[in-house]
């Protein structure tokens, strides 16, 4: 069955500190691969997305993520994060053909100290 | 002018009651679906609606029933509504795959809470 993986559920990091978010997926075709964020209380906004072209995607609020097929991989990366990104982050994944649906990771929880 | 707009916001109810939570999104999206939130902000899809006709029917009680009067809308019934349905509900909307690459987009959410 189609699976994505988030490995982090918890990350605490300090303002200025770098960021990587780990996800992996089981499904082998062609897949759209998406990152939303949802901050306390609100609803899932996206912060980038992966349809074809190059890997490396650039999202809002200097988020960034690199496709890589061979591992089946769609890590989230910022370089220097803020107390404001403070949020739940989930990876998802959309098969391109025959399927409807997008599944979601089970969610990393950043907290940023101020 | 909200793209996907859910009501109510907040739903708190008795256990044995029926409720309906609607959801319309004016994106002209073909496609519309319902998540659901745990605590533990798990998502988990309940179903998805492709131009009006149900696609997909994941692992859900019977009780809940999803109504689409048109493409624009789907709103979800739940009958005999028990304390492990509280949860956080939301709405999206997306083109079909493979016609047009766009994410999925949300609904503030319906948290429901039974007592």
């Known amino acids: 069955a189609q699976s994505v993986s988030q490995h982090n559920h918890h990350v605490i990091l300090s303002e200025a500190a770098s960021l990587e978010l780990g996800c992996n997926y089981s499904y082998g075709g062609t897949v759209n691969l998406f990152w939303y964020v949802q901050y306390p209380g609100q609803h899932l906004q996206l912060l980038l997305k992966?349809?074809?072209?190059?890997?490396l995607v650039k999202g809002i609020k200097g988020f960034e993520a690199e496709f890589i097929k061979s591992k089946f991989s769609f890590n989230l990366r910022k370089p220097s994060v803020q107390w404001s990104d403070t949020a739940e982050y989930f990876c998802?994944?959309?098969?391109?053909?025959?399927?409807?649906?997008?599944?979601f990771g089970a969610g990393t929880r950043l907290f940023v100290k101020a | 002018d909200t793209a996907v707009s859910q009501t109510p916001k907040y739903l708190v109810t008795q256990m044995g009651n029926d409720k309906s939570i609607k959801c319309e999104q004016n994106l002209g999206h073909d496609t519309m679906y319902w998540y659901k939130q745990d605590s533990k902000k798990f998502l988990k899809i309940m179903f998805s609606y492709n131009n009006k006709e149900l696609i997909i029917n994941e692992t859900v009680p019977n009780r809940f029933s999803p109504k689409s009067p048109d493409k624009a809308h789907l709103n979800l019934h739940i009958n005999s509504l028990e304390l492990g349905d509280s949860a956080v509900y939301f709405c999206a909307s997306s083109q079909m795959p493979g016609q047009g690459n766009t994410e999925a987009f949300f609904g503030q959410g319906t948290r429901l809470t039974v007592v």
């Open positions: 998802a994944v959309r098969r391109n053909t025959g399927g409807f649906k997008t599944i």
């Open positions: 992966y349809f074809s072209g190059d890997p």
